[in-house]
């Protein structure tokens, strides 16, 4: 499919509702620059720091900082930066569990637990949002109505 194809599709206005107001231009600013959507239908790891997950576990970070970012919105806006704001805006998922666990070790903060599960094109959309550190991160932008705490219900052992 076009890179953005799936976000401007006409067909597909009503099922792009996201769970959370989005900064400006988000997602799309993501998939009009270097990033591509994701792959659909395999599994994605989740670092969360409840066991069983709880809502919470599942707040981007933007959202979880919401007053600090929005004071900075216009500033963040007119630079680079915005794109990670952007990104913060998803969930981080990663597609594979050796960087879930690399991510436990070097930012504890963020969890200890892991959870799996697999997304589908109707819970949300995969962007690839890789790091030279994380080259398989992606950033998932949920769809209003879905539940993430059971789209990555199976519990993996660090």
């Known amino acids: 499919m076009e890179n953005n194809q799936r ?18 231009n988000c997602p799309a600013i ?3 620059g270097n990033y591509k959507e994701g792959t659909y239908n395999i599994y994605y790891f989740r670092v ?11 707040i981007p970070q933007y959202f979880l900082k919401e007053q600090f970012f929005r004071k900075r919105k216009n500033m963040l806006e007119k630079s680079k930066e915005y794109i990670k704001l952007c990104q913060m805006s998803g969930l981080s ?53 879905q539940n993430s705490i059971t789209i990555f219900s199976e519990h993996e052992e660090v």
């Open 30 to 32: 993501l998939l009009d």
């Open 7 to 24: 976000l401007h599709s006409e067909k597909n206005k009503e099922t792009l509702i996201f769970e959370y107001k989005l900064p400006n």
């Open 93 to 145: 998922i990663l597609t594979n569990k050796d960087d879930s666990v690399r991510l436990i070790k070097k930012f504890p903060s963020l969890g200890q637990y892991i959870y799996k599960g697999i997304i589908y094109n109707h819970h949300g959309l995969i962007i690839k949002t890789p790091s030279n550190e994380y080259p398989e991160h992606c950033s998932f932008f949920i769809f209003k109505g």
């Open 48 to 58: 969360v720091k409840s066991h069983p997950p709880t809502r919470k576990d599942f």
